[in-house]
């Protein structure tokens, strides 16, 4: 059973910082590349970063400088480090693991994240 869970959402102050994981299950891991999206209340889902293997990363250019994204095939966990939160980074964000040789994925369930004073 494919399974994408994601955790370490929460509620944070402007300028803070929050580490989302991603634990896999159920597929090859490392034979797919990894991304973020989040949805804000009243928008699209919209994408945010993505992890290839070997570990080459793009960034929106709304998150760029500020988040990180990163994997860890040995442990199938895929990361999101959120540095100098806004508030615009409001969001549900969505764990997705995209098939390198085709257009197979699987979706998280997503985890709220809150940026407010």
């Known amino acids: 059973q494919v399974k994408l869970v994601e955790s370490g959402g929460g509620l944070v102050q402007p300028g803070g910082s929050l580490k989302l994981s991603c634990v896999a299950s159920g597929f090859t891991f490392s034979m797919y590349k990894m991304r973020w999206y989040r949805q804000a209340p009243g928008q699209e889902r919209e994408w945010v970063a993505t992890?290839?293997?070997?570990?080459?990363?793009r960034y929106a250019d709304s998150v760029m400088g500020r988040f990180t994204i990163s994997r860890d095939n040995a442990k199938k966990t895929a990361y999101l480090q959120m540095n100098s939160l806004k508030p615009e980074d409001t969001a549900v964000y969505y764990c997705?693991?995209?098939?390198?040789?085709?257009?197979?994925?699987?979706w998280g369930q997503g985890i709220q994240v809150t940026v407010s004073s």
């Open positions: 997705n693991a995209g098939w390198r040789a085709g257009p197979r994925e699987h």
């Open positions: 992890v290839d293997n070997p570990g080459g990363t």
